[in-house]
């Protein structure tokens, strides 16, 4: 049984397909990368899986479950978990206040920023461990809004996994982020991929990084899938190299 599954999953704004009968399954213990030239509904396929859109027609299912129907908090109770192009913090809080309160929802524990909290030792000891793994411990006092573009990255990374989904989808991960930062980000990715019951599904522009951590690669291009398997053989076909690339079309 697959961890996610699309079933002809379509949206349609107007008389714009814009994510156009999409079925594809995800296993655990994979890393698949989602590719595709600007506008080919790479991002809205991610909304409609994670719930930001409501689907046209067509089902998500996590681990056979649909949930089509459900919002994005249900679905993340369900396993699913979501890092957006833009940071998604709490600019004023600090980067521990971040990791905690979403422990604190990992453990059912409720949002409130003081209550429970404070009696609970096992809590504040998982999120300084989220903290450490993503490198982020000297920083733990330190909100947001004062961190770098590439350490805000880092905390998000941070409160998806302490989380603790079942599928971790990051929308261009690397995005805006300085040549020094992005190493330290596909190091937490790799990390995650490691473990063989997380399944990863990556939204990414740079090809360097697709070819480095891509289980496999498929392809969306004017809302439809167009191609989708082994990483080489993929980026090799003609379709990508037309459409995402943008060669072939010149040289027949």
């Known amino acids: 049984m697959p961890a996610l599954e699309t079933r002809g999953l379509t949206v349609r704004f107007g008389g714009h397909v814009a994510v156009d009968n999409v079925s594809c399954r995800f296993t655990s213990g994979t890393l698949t990368t989602i590719v ?42 369900r396993g699913l978990g979501r890092a957006f192009q833009m940071t998604n913090l709490f600019p004023d809080l600090t980067a521990l206040e971040n990791v905690r309160l979403a422990v604190q929802c990992r453990a ?29 411990s000297d920083k733990r006092h330190v909100p947001p809004k004062a961190l770098s573009h590439g350490d805000q990255r880092k905390l998000e990374v941070a409160l998806l996994i302490a989380m ?4 971790f989808m990051f929308d261009e991960p690397t995005a805006g982020m300085s040549v020094d930062e992005v190493p330290t980000v596909l190091e937490l990715i790799r990390d995650i991929k490691q ?58």
Do not use: C
């Open 36 to 77: 595709g030239p600007n506008g080919a509904g790479k991002t809205t396929y991610f909304n409609l899986v994670s719930g930001q859109l409501r689907a046209t027609s067509g089902q998500v299912l996590v681990e056979g479950e649909e949930i089509t129907l459900l919002s994005p908090s249900a679905r993340a109770k």
């Open 195 to 252: 473990r063989k019951d997380a399944t990863v599904i990556l939204v990414e522009h740079k090809m360097d990084v697709v070819r480095s951590l891509s289980d496999r690669i498929i392809v969306l291009h004017n809302g439809a899938l167009v191609a989708d398997g082994d990483p080489a053989q993929v980026i090799a076909s003609p379709v990508v190299q037309e459409a995402y690339l943008g060669v072939g079309a010149a040289n027949g």
């Open 164 to 167: 603790e989904p079942k599928v």
């Open 108 to 136: 059912e524990a409720g949002w409130s920023l003081f209550r429970v909290w404070s009696g609970r030792r096992d809590l504040i000891e998982k999120a300084e461990e989220v903290l450490e793994r993503v490198r982020l």
